[in-house]
DNA sequence: TCCCACGATTGACAATTGTCAAGCCAACAA
DNA sequence: TTGTTGGCTTGACAATTGTCAATCGTGGGA
């Protein structure tokens, strides 16, 4: 593994504060990849043997059952994916593809689990990316059960607006058809429910938003820190 | 705290690796209260101060937005709830309430956090626990995503019926109208919904549920491990 | 340049789900 | 017994969401 790489994973949350010796065990069996776009890096229901990283690129976290399928969550540099198969060595209960060209790191997880029970600090790095992970899965289910369709998108929007910057104009990072299956519809309500805004103060144009009427748009979304914050 | 309920902690997975001076220290500043029912023991957005422990009873955890509200689980004997709040030192991201009369530990949760941080046992313990209720909820994900509210209905009894030994008879063991939000519908719907799935072998009488077709019955529902395993 | 592919959009329609109001029924107390 | 309460059920209706088919528009390749 070339030593840039290396270094990134070094200095993420969950690898900074372990012991020298066992984060060098760790990347010995280590190795990155690149992949293309619309790669299948795992499957559902196989074995967990890598803990994987991504460097670069994107990565869609999906799920399939008799024949619907849907988006769980997208995974961005410099951050883990199916930390907690790896730790219980469980079967994944999600699919990952490539939404772009990526650089992955993977991590032997009998590697990981090995090293978990002998560093201290790196197990309560693992704790604090699960709890993390976990209150945002807890997020996003009161965001699907508790709010419209038409509500998710305007908070959506809200919170990508503030990923971006802040400013009343913003560009969607990804595709409609996957936002609308993040979001828990269909590509035709997604479309139907940006008209739905406009009367609240939003404009389309592409994958360009602006959002005209900030006060009454958010007057309508009713955003909530303890479903859209993302840090807490 | 009474020497009985010491015990029943100690007993938890999540306990009963840590050092003995470490369980001490956390048991002294802990105590055990008895609540009657429908009390509201935490409140979404508050402080985190105690980790949870139910020892008997049960207690409901659920969320409010907009005047809407909706019930994400049910804890019962012997587990804990909100550890996730408890290790960030975050805000409670749910409320929860007993179901009915019950006992509960009360653990401070700048103690788990001081003991966290020197228990290396108890850290591990914490991962484990941590990452089967991420899976968990990534599976009640799936569930709320991928299927309807018949196919979720169907497949929560099929769950309930390997809970409850097997038969094919057997009782709810909560209201329908807590059944019907922890489902992600209205009390209506679900009332409509055990009646749609009689066609396939389904028989209902007050909260005697009996499943008169088990092979027809589970052609409809179509369980999953990968969503309806509560243990992997 | 033209053509094709693909995602986005739209309309028409169906299915699902929620809302409201009324009625039913069992448990419980006076 | 009677009355009351609260949960469950039902019907009628409305709103939301999904499905299918057709069309639009853009960008890439021949």
Known sequence: MPDSSFREIRDLALFSQM???????????????????????????????????????????FSAWNDRETSLATVRP????????????????????????SRIALIPSQDVRAVFDIDGNFARAIVTELAQC?????????????????????????????????AASFD?????????????????????????LQPYGLEVDGTRITITNQAEFERFAKPNPLIDDGST
């Open 172 to 196: 969607l990072d990804f595709e409609k058809r996957r936002l609308a299956s993040v979001l828990g519809m269909t590509a035709e309500n997604l479309s139907r429910a940006f008209k739905g």
């Open 19 to 61: 012991a020298d010796e066992n984060f060098s065990a760790l990347m010995r069996g280590a190795y990155v990849q690149n992949f293309p776009a619309q790669i299948e890096l795992i499957t559902e229901g196989d074995p967990s043997d890598f803990l994987h990283v991504v460097l670069s690129g994107s990565v869609d976290l």
């Open 78 to 101: 410099i951050s883990t994916f199916i930390l907690a198969a790896t730790i219980k060595d469980a079967l994944y209960l999600m699919s990952a593809r490539t939404l772009e060209k």
């Open 134 to 166: 976990y209150r945002a899965v807890i997020k996003a289910q009161k965001d699907l059960k508790l709010r419209t369709s038409l509500e998710r998108l305007a908070n959506y929007l809200l919170r990508h607006q503030r990923r971006a910057g802040g």
